[in-house]
């Protein structure tokens, strides 16, 4: 197998691998939704459920990014671009992929930035949970980075070979028919 075809493999595994883990904070809300409904129900209490639902939930938004970007879920504003071709179409979604990389990876070093503060100063949630709040942030900076990552990926795509690689979502394949 040769380089670029084992990098592009990696790659793809990489994404594949953010959504499950997406998926997997996504069954983390229901599992603590319904221990906390549980609880309730048995006059106990489960102190930091809401928080801990709030970090799940933060994690699934940012590992997802990359794997929706892939699959055509993310909202992209395709309207210009549809009625473009060829080169100028090129150069549109160059400068849009080039932005998009250029803003995830700015946010993705400052959310390195904000989860290496809170770890430096012992900074804790101020909830029941009382969770230092590095931990759930590094959920933000890794899903950030991968996301940033996918971005780039599409971007270096457009410049060598003119097209992206996401996948059509159905809405725009219907063509409004």
């Known amino acids: 197998m040769t380089a670029p ?5 990696g790659l793809d595994k990489l994404y594949f691998a953010s959504g499950v883990v997406a998926a997997v904070f996504l069954v983390a809300i229901l599992a603590l939704i319904v221990v ?3 609880a309730r129900w048995t006059g106990e209490v489960f ?6 639902a709030g970090y799940c939930m933060a994690a699934a938004s940012f590992f997802a990014f990359a794997h929706a970007l ?9 309207l210009v671009l549809n009625m473009l071709e060829g080169l ?5 979604e160059t400068w849009c992929f080039g932005i998009g990389a250029a803003l995830a990876w700015y946010f993705a070093w400052y959310a390195g930035r904000a989860a290496y503060w809170s770890w430096k100063f012992k900074d ?11 931990i759930p942030q590094m959920a933000m900076v890794i899903g950030a980075g991968i996301f940033a990552i996918a971005l780039t990926d599409h971007l270096l795509h457009v410049l060598i070979s003119g097209t992206h690689r996401i996948k059509p979502d159905l809405v725009e394949q219907s063509h409004g028919d």
């Open 5 to 9: 075809r084992l990098l592009r493999s």
């Open 36 to 38: 906390q409904m549980l």
């Open 88 to 92: 100028p179409r090129r150069l549109l």
């Open 124 to 134: 804790i949630s101020q909830g029941q949970d009382a969770t230092p709040l590095w």
């Open 70 to 78: 892939n699959h055509g879920s993310h909202i992209r504003v395709s």
């Open 47 to 52: 102190p930091g459920a809401p928080d801990y």
